[in-house]
């Protein structure tokens, strides 16, 4: 590495409070860290806006959360500059917001098909992926011929879920926000889209779109959605919850009780992804298997520098774009 290399990095310096706001961030100028042993000098390419990064800022987080005037987390994607790897691997981990980044090599792994577009190690084929591919075929276990409905669909996560969906022949109803969102979701196959910004009532809204009933509810919004889809979902229907977006700003958190669940007799699944790491290997496959056959099509949000990264966030939280946000950290 050359001496003259100069590292950047973007802390966290006041709690953002319903909505962030990229003023919470500072950057800083700081020193690249020479590897010790065992550790490997990471240059970072690609950083990852995942909605999990603004749960850690917050105050009232469950669990670690980002202290004031430290380094921002966030994952990213990566070339290895020097270290106990070879050089020129091209690694994913926990790199935080930062040009360089000096880590354990155990905190970080070699990407597992190289031969595809670095950024896809951050979507399709890394946390977004095989969360929508393990919720679906190892959590939902889903039924070609059913409805499945989607909330967030227009995200990195819910998008790839309706996609999935529609290969798994089911119909497929997506909720996004605007009619733009609800185009590019028909575009991928579904059958049917919700604009959540023109709807007054909930339970009408998705009676209307699904005649026939939900039998499968992927949700990444929580609140009156949630509390809607429990009223019509069909019994013995099954709902995975994976995210609560729209209870990041309502500071309302749905109300569900046992009752609806036993009435019906659902299934609610409290989705983690950590708990299928033993699958991952068969998800990948899976999706690379997909993306080769063009039955999964990617979209991108990219946002350019370091300084970025805020900014980035805040679109990402508000339902800015349609796909995943990433940040551009450098050229190799």
């Not at 669940?261 to 708990?275: A, E, I, M, N, S």
């Amino acid at each position: 590495m050359n001496k003259e290399t100069k590292n950047a990095e973007i802390r966290l310096v006041r709690r953002p409070g319903k909505h962030l706001d990229p003023l919470d961030f500072s950057e800083v100028a700081t020193s690249v860290e020479d590897p010790k042993a065992g550790q490997v000098l990471i240059k970072v390419l690609w950083l990852s806006m995942d909605t999990y990064l603004y749960e850690r800022t917050v105050e009232d987080v469950m669990g670690p959360k980002v202290a004031l005037n430290t380094r921002m987390v966030g994952r990213g994607v990566g070339i290895v500059m020097a270290g106990s790897m070879a050089p020129g691997t091209v690694v994913s981990g926990e790199f935080g917001w930062q040009k360089y980044a000096t880590v354990n090599e155990s905190a970080i792994a070699p990407v597992s098909h190289a031969d595809v577009p670095k950024t896809w190690h951050l979507s399709v084929l890394g946390a977004p992926g095989l969360t929508a591919w393990t919720a679906l075929h190892k959590v939902l276990r889903l039924t070609a011929g059913k409805t499945l409905l989607v909330s967030g669909a227009a995200g990195t996560v819910g998008s790839i879920v309706a996609q999935l969906g529609v290969e798994a022949g089911l119909h497929v109803i997506g909720i996004a926000g605007g009619p733009e969102k609800c185009r590019a979701l028909m575009q991928l196959g579904l059958q049917a889209t919700i604009d959540r910004k023109s709807v007054g009532d909930w339970k009408q809204a998705i009676t209307a779109a699904a005649p026939k009933g939900i039998d499968f509810y992927y949700d990444n919004a929580g609140g009156k959605i949630l509390e809607a889809v429990v009223q019509v979902i069909n019994a013995r229907g099954h709902i995975v919850l994976c995210g609560h977006n729209s209870e990041y700003t309502s500071g309302k958190t749905a109300q569900i009780t046992a009752t609806d669940v036993l009435y019906k007799g659902l299934t609610v699944h409290g989705f983690r992804q950590f708990d299928h790491r033993e699958e991952f290997a068969e998800g990948r496959a899976d999706l690379v298997r997909l993306l080769q056959q063009k039955k999964l099509r990617i979209n991108e949000n990219i946002h350019e520098g370091l300084a970025s990264a805020p900014s980035a966030l805040r679109d990402m939280l508000e339902g800015n774009g349609f796909g995943k946000h990433l940040v551009k950290v450098q050229d190799e």
